[in-house]
């Protein structure tokens, strides 16, 4: 293996903790309110 290989193989499992440790927090049933709040944040007017 190279060092770009290797480069490149950190760099995949570093995304891949990330997009996994978004997807728990944002499916975890204690911000299931927070995120039922946000929903329409855009429509709403001031």
Same mark, same amino acid.
């Given at each position: 293996?190279?060092? $770009?290989?290797?480069?490149? /193989?950190? @760099?995949?499992?570093? $995304?891949?903790?990330?997009? /996994?440790? @978004?997807?728990?927090?944002?499916?975890?049933?204690?911000?299931?309110?927070?995120?039922?709040?946000?929903?329409?944040?855009?429509?709403?007017?001031?």
């Amino acid at each position: 293996m190279t060092l $770009v290989d290797k480069i490149g /193989a950190v @760099a995949a499992i570093v $995304v891949f903790i990330l997009l /996994a440790s @978004a997807y728990f927090y944002a499916f975890r049933p204690k911000n299931k309110k927070k995120f039922e709040e946000l929903r329409n944040f855009v429509n709403e007017e001031d």
